[in-house]
């Protein structure tokens, strides 16, 4: 879909080793980051500053050589004309990081205080939880074990509550990830030995989540700036260590988008390092360290 003016890579001349050819590395001038970071803010509300050149440059390097492109400004041509791989840029510059029961302290507060209220309502309404940039899913399958228990059996109020685990990203092959819920022997590391030997099953070298487990999840692709596609209102919401990467605007409009969609009395979750701001501050109420409820009431 590009152009005849977009200059390619040559092939090697007769003799010359393979490699050698186009070895240099394409200059990431400043228009094209420019170009390149006005996409991913008007696309994703990625806030890219120019201190992020060299991540840029090192993930996209991979992108021109796939498609035979010699020079960054011919990157640019593509991504302006080609939906597809303005998608995939956009995929490739998000960054994919999380491990399991990461940030121990919301799952401590998860167990003790927003799961009492869960059984509780769940008894009269259906229960929504939300993990908002999954990633590749080890956040959504914590909080299914913790629902789960440490025991093999699928507790009384689970087996009868309307209760589903929804986990978003804007990165498809993480998604998919998430629903496969296959992990590494050294990624399910962090996971206690209880909920392990409960909820995961050895798969060669790999770990599967039970059936029990995947069972309460679905994995969507949602980038969180688009319309939401759930109507009702959710009881739990994690969206943690994603928030860090908008500018404030951003993170005021979607932490607003995240109250309005919470259950009174409702929990959200966020990073260790980020903090609500704007209309959100003013309607939650600070229950731990970045834990938030939402008034009863």
Known sequence: MTSASISRSRPPATGEPAGAAGA?????????????AAIMQSDARIHLSEAKTTLVHSRLSRRLREHGLAEFRDYVR???????ERAAM??????NHTHFFRESHHFDHFRATAMPWLQQRARSAPVRIWSAGCSSGEEVHSIAMCLLGESRQVPGWLRS??????????APHVVESTSRGIYSASTVEPVPASYRDAWMRKMGADYQMAAEARALVTARVLNLFDPWPMRQSYDVIFCRNVMIYFDDRAKAEL???????LAPGGYLYIGHSERLIGPAAARMQACGHTIYQKAAT
Do not use: H, K, M, Y
């Open 24 to 36: 240099a590395s394409p200059v990431l001038g400043a228009a094209e980051f420019n170009a390149i």
């Open 78 to 84: 593509l991504v302006q004309s080609d939906a597809e």
């Open 255 to 261: 932490e607003a988008r995240f109250v309005e969609l």
């Open 90 to 95: 956009v995929v490739a510059l998000t960054t």
């Open 161 to 170: 509550a309307d209760l589903r685990l929804l986990a978003t990203d804007i």
